[in-house]
């Protein structure tokens, strides 16, 4: 058995073929990298096709409704959009973490200390009803951030302290934040008994494309609102410290090699800290987006799991902030058809899907994989 | 609130715990960490409750439920041995994957009614025992007591025997493992299966035997999370597992049962007078996961017992390093 070093032993014997695995000395074209996530994710249709065949379903039929629900006119792109623009967010505070090999599993917790955050500014209230849009939009965006942002401190810090692993800590918040809210839904700001608030005053909303609809008729009925534009200046902002500034640099090179890093002189605890606030303040601001621009009172039930579709959006992205964008309007279209799709548990079932065979696939950038003809004695 | 019963309940629950973190002392000893056991729970809960409604033999649902579980387990194993991928986003692929599946699968489950139980029994002279044997040994499910026989047998399986000092070889040094002839990759692949059989069992475990039913991804409710963190907490030794397992199930029903009494401990209790306060304490386990976690980290400084050195770093047969 050939064992050079960087190959790992290929299944010799049973195939008359031999599949060699090369690791990659040099770096692959963009293109490439691009192609085999496009291919992967084909393939992850394909399984989950057969998955849904399985499960007794119609796959091409639920994969036609998912197309037509969400891409079929301007009013449905429309909605697609609205479900894009929290995923975004979460996709970049995603993107920011994964960025240093951090693993923030906690964007959901920290989209809903956010959203909590934003609804307290309205609810306690700390501006009046009265106050201007622009107010309420200020204060309730820095609420979102600064609440999202705190709640991303703590599993930085408890991993900059106490070396604790943030897989854990992350997801165990997530649990406290959703009993956290709970307890305000039913205690403090239920309204007639019922697990919601009241509906927030009308000045608090994020202005929306139908809210232009007396002067420009084709905006009309249409929801897509002011996170949208939140959540693309947040992309070039996220661009912007990644590739163009001094910590940026030193995340990506922690990233790529702690020990480089430590041997710089990096102070990698402190960028952990910062990374997880500013990763947690992100997907703060998709909860406060999400709660200010389309359900417009505090309740449970805010998130179909952003904070989770996040990770895979960030990995399809290659947690490029500006793919973040694209990959998450495809992401919004699955989500926003899923929810009238049967069996209920399909798009969760297609997201697992694209992101195992998305990992999976990432094999094929990082070795070269060649065959060739069996010979008698290999 | 009787203490008893809330330990009893707590042994009882806490076997759902025990055989997950159990699982995850297999997968991570051989040098492999899954974080995939919350999907494979819910798989295995599925299947259990599925195959259990379909048939009538709660016992076929149980090896349905660890084969499952174990299938998925695989696919896990072959991105991180094969492939060579990281770890952690490979077992949070498997956990949306196995959620996933299981919520397609399980649709309309919930609605399947009653079925068909696991034994439960009382054993007859061990019961006799003043207060432990109400605990231990009065009213549990024959799961539970397969616990208490599995955790001193995977003691001995990891410490004693020989395959236990290849598990362990391959976890601490691959190189040299692989050097004496043993199959690195085999064995992880196989330990992933056991990790993953584990976890088939403890999600059956819950639909079978502790809170019986399909309750979507309400089942397992983060208990796949808490055991990753029973594996830290534990240093990878079965019985430091059955200990902290049996106390988050414990947890669990105190959380429940504390809110009866209108006095407690001679006071008026709030949980009773405004039951909303009940959020609160629904946050304990999680908090005390990440309390685990701290006290499991300096700990396993100061013992210098910690994590299995080659854990979470793939091995390439002819690289350097570990």
């Known amino acids: ?378 | 609130m009787d203490p008893l019963i809330i330990l009893q309940a707590g042994v009882a629950s806490g076997t759902v715990l025990l055989f997950a973190t159990l699982g995850g002392i297999f997968n991570e000893r051989s040098g492999i960490m899954n974080l995939g056991i919350e999907g494979m729970m819910l798989i295995g809960a599925m299947t259990a409750f599925s195959v259990t409604a379909k048939t009538g033999l709660p016992w076929l649902g149980l090896v349905a439920a660890m084969l499952a579980a174990g299938a998925l387990s695989q696919i896990h194993a072959f991105i991180t041995i094969t492939l060579q991928a990281d770890q952690v986003v490979s077992g949070l692929a498997l956990t949306f994957l196995g959620t996933g599946i299981s919520l397609v699968f399980g649709e309309g489950l919930s609605k399947a009614g009653v079925i068909s139980l696991l034994p439960v029994f009382t054993i007859p002279i061990l019961s006799q025992i003043p207060i432990l044997g109400k605990i231990f040994f009065e009213n549990q499910s024959i799961l539970v007591y397969i616990g208490y026989l599995l955790v001193p047998f995977c003691w001995w399986y990891i410490n004693k025997t020989r395959p236990g000092l290849h598990l362990r070889a391959v976890g601490e040094y691959p190189a040299a493992a692989d050097a004496l002839g043993i199959n690195v990759y085999g064995l992880r692949y196989f330990y992933v299966f056991i990790g993953g059989l584990l976890a088939g069992l403890s999600g059956a475990t819950i639909s079978l035997a502790i809170s019986p039913g399909w309750f979507s991804e309400l089942t397992t409710g983060g208990q796949g999370w808490i055991a990753i963190g029973l594996i830290i907490f534990s240093q990878w030794n079965p019985y430091r597992a059955m200990f902290g397992s049996y106390f988050f199930g414990a947890l669990r029903r105190l959380i429940l049962d504390i809110q009866g009494p209108a006095i407690l401990f001679g006071f008026a209790n709030p949980f009773y007078y405004n039951p909303y306060y009940g959020f609160f304490l629904q946050m304990l386990p999680y908090a005390f996961t990440i309390l685990v976690l701290v006290i499991g980290s300096k700990e396993a400084i100061r013992k210098h017992l910690g994590a299995p050195a080659a854990l979470g770093i793939p091995y390439i047969r002819g690289q350097r390093g570990i």
């Open chain 1, 1 to 378: 058995m050939q064992t050079d070093s960087g190959k790992i032993p290929s299944n010799q014997g049973i195939f008359p073929f031999r599949i060699k695995f090369e690791e990659r000395i040099s770096d692959v074209p963009k293109w490439y990298t691009f192609a085999i996530s496009f291919g992967a994710v084909v393939f992850a249709l394909l399984i989950g096709a057969i998955i849904l065949w399985l499960a007794g379903g119609n796959p091409w039929a639920t994969y036609a409704h998912i197309g037509r629900s969400s891409f079929g006119s301007i009013g449905v792109f429309s909605d697609t959009l609205v479900k894009a623009t929290p995923l975004i967010l979460v996709g970049l505070a995603c993107s920011v973490a994964f960025r240093m090999k951090l693993w923030n599993i906690g964007a959901e917790g920290q989209f809903f200390i956010g959203a909590f955050a934003a609804s307290a500014v309205i609810l306690i209230p700390i501006l009046p009803e009265t106050a201007p849009s622009w107010l309420f939009i200020v204060v309730t965006a820095a609420a979102g951030l600064i609440g999202g942002g705190l709640y991303g401190l703590i599993p930085g810090l408890l991993k900059a302290r106490f070396n604790v692993n943030e897989v854990i800590s992350t997801l165990m918040l997530n649990y406290i934040a959703i009993a956290w809210n709970n307890y305000f839904i039913f205690a403090v700001w239920t309204e007639a008994g019922f697990q919601m608030s009241k509906v927030f005053p009308q000045n608090s909303w994020l202005p929306r494309l139908t809210d232009l609809g007396s002067k420009i008729p084709a905006f009309r009925g249409l929801t897509t609102h002011f996170g949208l534009v939140l959540a693309i200046i947040a992309a070039v902002i996220v661009w912007l410290i990644l590739y163009r500034s001094r910590w940026g640099y030193e995340i990506r090179l922690i990233g790529d090699n702690p020990k480089a890093a430590t041997y710089a002189g990096i102070p990698i605890k402190k960028h952990i800290v910062w990374v997880m606030v500013l990763s947690g303040a992100l997907a703060g601001l998709a909860g406060m987006s999400e709660i200010t621009g389309v359900v417009h009172r505090f309740q449970g039930a805010i998130s179909p799991g952003y904070g989770f579709t996040g990770i895979i959006v960030a990995w399809l992205a290659k947690l490029n902030p500006f793919a973040v964008i694209f990959v998450s309007i495809l992401f919004g279209a699955l989500i926003l058809a899923g929810r009238e799709i049967q069996p209920s548990g399909v798009p969760k079932m297609i997201q697992g899907v694209i992101l195992v065979s998305l990992i999976a696939s990432d094999f094929l950038v990082r070795y070269k994989v060649s065959i060739s003809r069996q010979r008698a004695e290999a």
